[in-house]
């Protein structure tokens, strides 16, 4: 079982940045690989962006491309999002999300364990 906990959402202006953290606890870190998705009011989760287990490949959703950026701290049991530029269609309640493979995916029927969320809302 993995616990995973989100943080860094709240309310920003578009044009700002942002981090989000997702701390998790219960097993090896680094034998998942991790994704962030979002999920706006009414619509379905969607893929944002990816990490292998090491950190070394990352994938990312053609529309955040460029202004996020994902990472992650094996030491400290962390992965991060940090998102520049943001704009009104950014707002969402963003999730992070872990799969047992060493090998990323955008896919999220393929990940293991999800958080809670946390909510970004960007004015514009």
């Known amino acids: 079982q993995v616990q995973l906990v989100e943080s860094g959402g709240g309310l920003v202006q578009a044009g700002d940045s942002l981090r989000l953290s997702c701390a998790a606890s219960?097993?090896?870190?680094?034998?998942?690989?991790m994704g962030w998705f979002l999920q706006a009011p009414g619509k379905e989760r969607e893929f944002v962006a990816t990490?292998?287990?090491?950190?070394?490949?990352?994938e990312y959703a053609d529309y955040v491309k460029g202004r996020f950026t994902i990472s992650r701290d094996n030491a400290k049991n962390k992965v991060f999002l940090k998102m520049s530029s943001l704009k009104s269609e950014d707002t969402a309640v963003y999730y992070c999300a872990a799969r047992y493979s060493f090998i990323y995916s955008d896919d999220r029927s393929k990940y293991h364990y999800w958080g809670q969320g946390t909510q970004v809302t960007v004015s514009s």
């Open positions: 990490i292998s287990w090491s950190g070394s490949t990352t």
């Open positions: 219960g097993r090896t870190f680094s034998n998942y690989a």
